[in-house]
């Protein structure tokens, strides 16, 4: 209870811990990336570039020596999400709300199998990292349905337009040509890597469209609390 007795703050004094957490599993996925990078000599020995090398890359033990960096940065990131994604359905209340928030976990789930099935292993990774990909598509769709003003009491024009652009680049990821990463899958070794991939370039967009989403999440729950806090 709040100084009033106020029951319903119980509620929302569980958004800042969730959204503090959310923002330090973040951090742990950033350092992993630059710590696996900074190590890393692909095939040809070039250095790591976000322009022509896919994300999974960073979990290679092939060509990164620091690659655990990186899928355990990634599995801590994800589980580090599931308080926030679990208050953020909980704030919106809706059946919408919680459809997307199962949702929203079961993306968070496929986001830790990628981390604890390298690339190194490549089917199961595959797999998992389509499971992902898509997951997060219907996630983004969901959520920005639930923060719509039919559907919540507080809506969220930031939230529907991070899910928006997630969206988008989503999509522009999903059905882009992947007839390279076919030939890069069959023989790495032998790939000749043009200076701009625009399929790699669209799977960084992916993640930057994470980034977003999770932060304007975060900071939405935060001005959910602050309003009730204002209310109290």
Request: aromatic share 14%.
């Amino acid at each position: 209870m709040d100084r009033d007795g106020n029951p319903q703050s119980m509620k929302s004094n569980r958004i800042t811990p969730a959204a503090g957490i959310a923002i330090g599993g973040g951090i742990f996925l950033a350092a992993g990336i630059l710590l696996s990078a900074s190590d890393f000599s692909g095939f040809s020995g070039e250095p790591y570039s976000i322009t022509n090398h896919f994300i999974s890359e960073l979990g290679w033990k092939r060509v990164s020596p620091s690659a655990a960096f990186f899928n355990v940065g990634l599995v801590i990131c994800c589980l580090a999400y599931l308080p926030m994604m679990w208050t953020l359905g909980r704030e919106i209340g809706t059946r919408p709300g919680y459809v997307a928030m199962v949702s929203g976990i079961m993306m968070l789930g496929a986001g830790v199998a990628v981390g604890l099935l390298p690339i190194d292993d490549l089917k199961p990774h595959l797999i998992a990292a389509a499971a992902f990909f898509w997951s997060f598509l219907v996630t983004a769709i969901l959520f920005s349905f639930a923060f719509l003003p039919r559907w919540n009491r507080v809506p969220s024009g930031k939230m529907v337009t991070a899910g928006v652009i997630a969206s988008l680049c989503l999509v522009s990821f999903l059905v882009f040509p992947k007839e390279s990463a076919v030939r890069f899958i069959a023989d790495p070794a032998s790939f000749l890597r043009p200076d701009f991939w625009w399929l790699v370039i669209l799977e960084w967009s992916v993640l930057f469209s994470v980034y977003l989403w999770g932060l304007t999440a975060i900071f939405d729950l935060w001005f959910r609390e602050r309003a009730k806090g204002g209310q109290g």
